[in-house]
């Protein structure tokens, strides 16, 4: 019996030793990764669309499937969009910067311009009419 208390006695010293309440070194944070600007092509592919009178609002739609962007306006502004139109000539692959002053001439007749909006990875433009 002796040997039994004895051992018994040494498991719950054991178990004492430890210090469950002590607390546990927090874990080291992993950073966050860096924020990367959104991935885009070099170049914007148009020349499969076929030459033809299209809807600005058409027009659009394409530029935002072929390139990424997004493309928002006011009510006011879709108005004017859905009334106009224009002759989509075939053109080559753009470079981002061509793309953006083929927008600007495309909107320029209507009385609209296309400004960049937010923060740059959400790659969004505002169609506004042009301020006189």
């Known amino acids: ?4 208390t004895i051992l018994v006695a040494t498991i719950a010293l054991a178990a004492c030793s430890t210090t469950p309440d002590s607390p546990t ?13 959104a991935a885009r092509p070099a170049h914007f592919d148009f020349s499969d669309l ?12 394409e530029c935002q499937a072929r390139t990424g962007f997004n493309f928002t306006y006011a009510a006011t502004t879709g108005a ?7 002759h989509f000539s075939r053109s080559p692959a753009m470079t981002l910067a061509e793309f953006e002053t083929a927008l600007q001439e495309v909107l320029l007749p209507h009385g609209l311009e296309a400004k960049r909006i937010g923060p740059e990875h959400l790659q969004v433009y505002a169609i506004q009419l042009r301020k006189s």
């Open 1 to 4: 019996m002796n040997r039994l």
């Open 80 to 86: 004017v969009i859905e009334k106009s139109f224009v």
């Open 25 to 37: 070194p927090a874990p080291t944070p992993t950073p966050a990764p860096a924020p990367t600007k």
């Open 50 to 61: 076929p030459e033809q009178e299209l809807r600005l609002d058409q027009l659009l739609k």
